[in-house]
DNA sequence: TTACATACATACGGGATGTATGTAACTTGT
DNA sequence: ACAAGTTACATACATCCCGTATGTATGTAA
C-alpha cells in the first residue's frame, strides 16, 4: 500500500462513484430547481467533487442533463412496458400502458425533466432521439392492439403521438391536482371513451344550432 | 422647436417605438435561436438601444418572453376561435378548431414560443395563466358541443386535458414532417376518430391472444 | 521503481445578467 | 418661454457562470 491504508481504490472503482454522484445530484437538482436555474458549481457541490472532474467525465451541462433523461426515459418505458405484458388482451394492456405512465409521471424527477424541462433543454430532434424510448412503447402497443384485432387498422405514427400527446398533457394536470387519485382515474375514464373510437365505426355530427361563445 | 428640427417626439410615441422594437426582435430571436441561447445584448442590438432602455420598460428576460408568449398565445386562441364561429354546428365547429390550432401551429413562433420554449422558461403555473387564453377555446368549445347534445355529459377538464395534448403533441410532429400537409390531414382523420368515441358507447376489448412484445 | 495514463483540482478568460449612476429628452406650471 | 421635475435612455460596474488550460495526485503497467 502506498497511500495512507483503506483509501486504496481502483480507477474504475473512483470513476463510477464520482460519476454516479454527479448523476445523482444532477438528477434532484434538475428535477427542483430546473435546467436553466441549475449550476455546475451547485451539482459539483452536492456531489462533493469540483468542476474539474465534472469536465473530465462531461462535455458540457446538457450532456449530463441527456443522461440524467436518458435514465429517466428509460424508466418509465420500462414500467409502462411491463404494466402491458401483465394482461393477455392488447386492449387491456394499452389501457394498463397508458394508467402505467400517468401513475409514473407523478413522480418529479419524471415529469419535471421529462415533461417540463427535457423539450427546451435539448430541443425537439434530440429529444426525440431519446423519447423514442417510451413513445415506441406505445406505438408497438397500439400495433399490437391493431394486429389482434382490437381496433381496424389505422395509420400508427399520427395516432400514437395523439395518444402520447394526450397523456403527457394530462399528467401534468394530474400532479398539480388536488385529489391526484380522483383526477387520474377520471382521465382514464375518458381516455377510455376516446379510444373506444377507435373500434366502431360512428357518425358524428349533430344538427343543432347553437349560441355564440 | 427646441432641438434639432423634426425628431421631437412625443414620451408615449418613444416608449411604444421602443417596448414595440424590443418585442418584435424578441420575438425573432425566441422563435429562432431559444429562450436560453438569446442574450439581452443580442436582442437590444436588434431593436437599436441599449440594455439601459430594456431594463427601463422590462424587469428581465423572463418578463419580456412572457409578453411575447402572451401576444403570440392570444394569436393562436384568436385564430381558433374564429374558425369555430364560422359553424353553426358545435361538433363542425370543434373540429374546424383543432384544424385552425394545428395549422397555426406550423408557425415557428407559436410552436417554438408556446410548445418547446415556454413550459421550461415560465414554468407550469404562469404557462397556464396565460395558456388559459387557448385551453379556454378548447374547454367553452367541448362544453358548447355537449350543452348542444352532439356529446353526452363528460367532465369537461380531464377531456380537455386530453384534446389540448394530443393537439399540441401532433403539431410538433405535423411541423417536422416532410408532407406537412398530408400529415395534417392524417392527424385530424385519427382525431376524429377517437372524438367520435365521445358520442356512443361502445364496449371496447377483445379476447385475442397475442405474442409478447 | 520508473514511466505513463487517468482522475481530479486550481486558475484564468469571456460573456451574460442585473444594478447603480449619469445624461438627454419630454412635460408641466407659471 | 423658462424653470423644475419627470420620464427615457446610456454607460459603468459588480457578480455569476461557463468552459478551457494548466497543474498535481493517484492508479497502472513494464
Known sequence: ?????????????????????????????????????????????????????????????????????????????????ESFRQHSDPWTGLIAGCRALLEKSLEPTVWRLTLVEAPAALGWTAMRDIQTDCKNQMRTGLAMAIEAGCIPSRPLEPLTSLLYGALTESALDVVHAEDTA????????????????????????????????
Open 1 to 81: 500500500m502506498s497511500t495512507t491504508s483503506a483509501s486504496r481504490r481502483t480507477q474504475r472503482e473512483r470513476t463510477e462513484a464520482t460519476t454516479a454522484a454527479l448523476l445523482g445530484a444532477a438528477r434532484e437538482l434538475f428535477a427542483t430547481d430546473g435546467f436553466a436555474l441549475t449550476s455546475l458549481n451547485a451539482i459539483c457541490e452536492r456531489a462533493g467533487v469540483t468542476r474539474g472532474a465534472f469536465y473530465h467525465h462531461f462535455s458540457n451541462k446538457e450532456q449530463i442533463f441527456r443522461e440524467v433523461y436518458a435514465v429517466e426515459q428509460h424508466r418509465l418505458s420500462q414500467a409502462v412496458r
Open 182 to 213: 380522483a383526477w387520474l382515474e377520471q382521465t382514464l375514464s375518458e381516455l377510455r371513451l376516446l379510444l373506444a373510437g377507435l373500434v366502431g365505426r360512428i357518425e358524428p355530427g349533430c344538427a343543432h344550432t347553437r349560441t355564440q361563445p
